[in-house]
């Protein structure tokens, strides 16, 4: 099973360009999420969508937007990048918020530079 | 808002035993996870404890929860060069609707 597959591994990006980051789980999961991750600050979360039809913001959710488009896919898209958003972007899923005793299952991540 | 902590770097040497601690904040947590990030690739559980556990052994892992002082660690055994990684520490945080709350990251460096 390929579990969580983010699309594209590596961009650069311009400064004011747009780009989506795509994210499909085939664990028939209900819960997804992006995160990014910075150093020294851990994983922050920008978006979550906890079933299918529902999304909701998490701790830094501006300059982003998300789309769930089935269940099995949850996309991330930036519409005027910057800088501050260059940071390694992972998909998760999991059966629930909660987690339980699976936790949350991650992407190999999408690297973005913003220049 | 909770919060995890972790110190960001530790150095053991391969054969010894290394322990990584966590603070958390959220009482309320049904489930604390231990994560391990090689470089370039994702999360990937490594062992969870459950909130009513004192300690869980998962071969050359212990895992440690002090709930009073809300304190997790991660001991490896034996440790191992390929043992060095990020290691974070995750709680489930019910006062964040069940979502797992991440530590910094502990980045573990294992010398020969």
């Known amino acids: 099973n390929a579990g969580v597959t983010q699309t594209p591994k590596f961009q650069v990006l311009k400064t004011g360009q747009s780009m989506t980051l795509q994210c499909a789980q085939d664990m028939n999961h209900n819960s997804m999420y992006w995160y990014r991750q910075d150093p020294g600050m851990g994983l922050r979360l920008i978006y979550y969508?906890?079933?299918?039809?529902?999304?909701d913001k998490g701790e830094v959710p501006n300059g982003y937007n998300v789309s769930r488009l089935n269940k099995r896919e949850f996309s991330l898209r930036l519409e005027s990048a910057a800088p501050s958003q260059t940071s390694v972007y992972f998909c998760?899923?999991?059966?629930?918020?909660?987690?339980?005793?699976?936790?949350?299952?991650f992407g190999s991540g999408t690297r973005l530079t913003v220049v | 808002g909770e919060d995890v902590e972790q110190s960001l770097f530790l150095s053991v040497r391969e054969g010894d035993s290394s322990v990584i601690n966590c603070t958390y904040t959220?009482?309320?947590?049904?489930?604390l996870y231990w994560y391990k990030q090689e470089p370039g690739a994702g999360l990937q559980l490594l062992t969870y404890i459950f909130s009513n556990m004192d300690m869980k052994q998962d071969q050359r892992l212990t895992v440690l929860l002090n709930k009073k002082d809300k304190h997790l660690s991660l001991r490896i055994a034996d440790t191992q060069t390929g043992d060095s990684a990020i290691y974070f520490c995750a709680e489930s945080s019910y006062n964040q609707g069940g979502k797992l709350i991440f530590g910094q990251g502990t980045e573990l460096s294992v010398k020969p």
């Open positions: 969508s906890a079933s299918e039809g529902t999304t």
């Open positions: 998760a899923s999991s059966e629930a918020v909660g987690g339980g005793f699976d936790g949350y299952t």
């Open positions: 959220d009482s309320s947590s049904t489930y």
